[in-house]
Nanobody, 135 residues
Framework: QVQLVESGGGSVQTGGSLRLSCAASGYTRATYCMGWFRQAPGKEREGVAAIDSDGTTSYADPVKSRFTISQDNAKNTLYLYLQMNSLKPEDTAMYYC???????????????????????????WGQGTQVTVSS
């Protein structure tokens, strides 16, 4: 059973930094795509960043050059991170970790993108962690 658990959210001032973590237990496969998404009150969930098992990353335009997604493997748990720098009030949202339910032979076609409703089936989700940035 796949379980994603996020941590690391909090409240910071504009320009501050936070590092989110996601522990993905039971998600053991040779190829994978994982991502971070966020949802602000009254808005749709949007993609932030994604990374595949080869380490290829993709970012949404609003967070490029400010956020960095990374991963680490430890025994039977895959860890996903999101380093967020130069935070802005518009980054305030609930942040979710997600993982692809499908098993792909490869993501070399650039399919691992932080987008919903496309090739990647982000069917595994964590419970979310709140990030609040004050001005």
């Amino acid at each position: 059973q796949v379980q994603l658990v996020e941590s690391g959210g909090g409240s910071v001032q504009t320009g501050g930094s936070l590092r989110l973590s996601c522990a993905a237990s039971g998600y053991t496969r040779a190829t994978y795509c994982m991502g971070w998404f966020r949802q602000a009150p009254g808005k749709e969930r949007e993609g932030v960043a994604a990374i595949d098992s080869d380490g290829t990353t993709s970012y949404a335009d609003p967070v490029k050059s400010r956020f960095t997604i990374s991963q680490d493997n430890a025994k039977n748990t895959l860890y996903l991170y999101l380093q967020m720098n130069s935070l802005k009030p518009e980054d305030t949202a609930m942040y979710y970790c997600a993982a692809d339910k499908r098993i792909w032979a490869s993501y070399s076609g650039g399919y691992c993108l932080p987008k919903l409703g496309e090739e990647v089936d982000f069917g595994y989700w964590g419970q979310g962690t709140q990030v609040t940035v004050s001005s």
